[in-house]
């Protein structure tokens, strides 16, 4: 009973995997939708 | 030509994600190999450096797109409907890493993934009203009556802003009251200052391309030919 | 000029109504805001129980499954029936309590650490708990010369060398 946390590197990688996995996956989905909007934008515009 | 104009990416978001990334590769870097372990809570301390930047940087959103409801309230412009939408979508997904994060670190050091403690217990409320207000948006389709409920519910769900903030000072709990430079050694700060503009310039790109995202429906919906807009105003 | 130029405004009618919607929103707010501070100010909400308050409750802290917090006092802490549980002291600065924890403590437990431990306060005086959860404050260090020492025991150790010469 040291009082002091031995190891737990895996706990740090999980922290910081799936906080710049999840923002990634963010970022892609938010230029996906991007340009999907601008193209129905688009066509919808044009087709007036 | 003025279509093709209104379709091209805007630079800035793009520059403000660029300058992010870099950020947060070099203070990643430096505070999971260059700065030292804490001194009881070992290695997993390192995990400081993700919480402490996405908590400021969330309540940060959630502020934006309080902003934004006043500013909506006041002037009535869609645009700042589409940045609210933008800042609580983006302080949503910050608040749900902030708990996840949160409950990785608490495994190790508290003994326990979670526990009903105030400032666990406000943040909760936090993400499930904000989330709950992002799928009030989604069932409501008429844009004004969407834009003034929603900006009503901000609001009203700001108040646990605050009230997260104090919950450590207010009530007796689990999580530990706010660090300041004081409490913190110095080795850690350059890790937690470089990770924090690196989310807040992620943030910001983010923020700014999803409320165009938003600004780009609400054309579709509210005004399908530009010049019926005053209309769609008007029958409000 | 940009598609987010072209966002409709509301009329003039909608945005007088939108003004008392925002009065509105304020108003709930701020009570919502004085109801749940003057809940945390006048201690209506606990989210644990001290030592000191364990006492002042007297027999009505005994049988309900409630939370206790405070210090781990220093000498105090043994392992129990050889099992994985631990046995330690409570205290705050008006009183201690005996606890008989369960299961095996964080790696983070120590004396002089705080601690919430939930569980119930049985006949014998001492309080049974079978989650044992370690609070740390709000202090990041790094480690003195490769080891890990808080200043308290800095200062203990320079106390004890002082008069040795």
């Known amino acids: ?48 | 030509m003025h279509e093709t104009a209104n379709n091209r990416y805007p630079v800035l978001p793009f520059i403000l994600i660029g300058l992010g990334v870099l950020c947060l590769a070099f203070g990643s870097y430096f505070g999971l190999f260059v700065a030292p372990p804490e001194r009881y809570m070992g290695e997993v301390q390192r995990i400081m450096y993700v919480h402490v930047p996405t908590a400021w940087n969330a309540l940060l959103a959630i502020t934006f797109a309080f902003v934004c409801a006043i500013v909506f309230l006041f002037n009535g412009n869609f645009k700042w409907d589409a940045r609210l939408e933008a800042g609580i979508e983006v302080g949503v997904l910050l608040a749900f890493l902030l708990c996840v994060q949160g409950a990785i670190w608490a495994k190790p050091t508290w003994g326990v993934w979670w526990d009903w403690d105030p400032r666990l217990t406000t943040t909760a409320v936090l993400l499930f009203a904000f989330l709950g207000i992002l799928a009030l948006r989604k069932f409501v389709e008429d844009p004004v009556k969407r834009g003034i409920w929603s900006a009503v519910a901000t609001i009203i769900a700001y108040v646990d802003v605050p009230i997260v903030y104090f919950s450590v000072r207010w009530w007796n709990s689990l999580h530990q009251l706010q660090s300041s430079p004081a409490t913190v050694s110095s080795q850690f700060y350059i890790p937690l200052r470089v990770n924090a503009f690196g989310i807040l310039f992620l943030m910001t790109g983010f923020i700014m391309l999803r409320a165009r995202l938003a600004s780009l429906r609400h054309v579709n919906e509210i005004a399908p030919p530009p010049m019926m807009a005053e209309e769609a105003g008007e029958l409000a | 000029m940009s598609a987010v130029m072209n966002t409709p405004h509301a009329s003039d009618a909608m945005r007088r109504r939108t003004r008392y919607f925002m009065l509105g929103a304020f108003l709930v707010a701020a009570i919502a805001f004085a109801v749940i501070a003057a809940s945390g100010i006048n201690q209506n909400l606990v989210y644990y129980w001290t030592p000191t308050d364990l006492h002042a409750a007297g027999d009505k802290a005994y049988g309900a499954t409630i939370r206790l917090g405070g210090m781990v006092s220093p000498g105090s802490i043994r392992n129990h029936g050889g099992a994985s549980g631990v046995e330690f002291d409570v205290h705050d600065a008006g009183g201690k309590v005996h606890v008989k924890s369960s299961g095996v403590p964080p790696q983070m437990f120590r004396e002089n650490i705080g601690v919430v431990v939930e569980g119930t306060m049985v006949q014998g005086g001492y309080f049974k708990s079978n989650r044992l959860m370690v609070s740390h404050d709000n202090e990041y260090k790094a480690p003195e010369a490769g080891h890990p020492m808080s200043q308290e025991e800095l200062k203990k150790l320079m106390k004890t060398t002082e008069g040795m010469e």
């Open chain 1, 1 to 48: 009973m040291s009082g002091v946390v031995q190891g737990g590197m895996e706990f740090v990688w999980a922290a910081y995997g799936i906080t710049f996995g999840a923002l990634a996956i963010y970022g892609v989905t938010l230029i996906t939708r991007l340009r999907e909007q601008s193209s129905r934008n688009t066509s919808e515009r044009s087709g007036q």
